[in-house]
């Protein structure tokens, strides 16, 4: 969460530093509904994450485990990465990160900082779903 904010303070900083600065606006702040890039309902803002963020914990798990060839790790993750990023910024600007959803929705203000609940439960439900299954399979040992 430190660092998150750190991050967020830093932009914000920097952008109301323009001299024509008027509004930090939804500052990439994650929402479903009206605050969704797409204007996606909460069930599929939460189906997104929930499976987003099990599948970034799986790819994280496998490429990391003790049967992986760890030194591919770094390019399975930012390639899982780029891709969810891809899926999910027009749904809901991506979260799979819950200090991430948080630093922007304090700057962003609103309505924002009242839909957090969503990006907190889907990110960590999917991880727990992720672990589970790693466990399971015995595939990201």
Known sequence: MLGATTAASTLFLI?????????????????????????????????????????????????????????FAPIAIGFGLTLIHLISIPISNTSVNPARSTSQAIFAGGDYPAQLWLFWLAPIAGAIAAGLVCKASKKCD
């Open 15 to 71: 952008l109301t530093g323009k001299s024509d600065f008027e509004s930090i606006g939804g500052f990439a702040s994650n929402g479903y509904g009206a605050l969704s890039p797409g204007g996606y309902s909460m069930t599929s803002v939460l189906i997104t994450e929930f499976v987003l963020t099990a599948f970034f914990i799986i790819i994280i798990l496998g490429s990391t485990g003790k049967k992986a060839t760890r030194k």
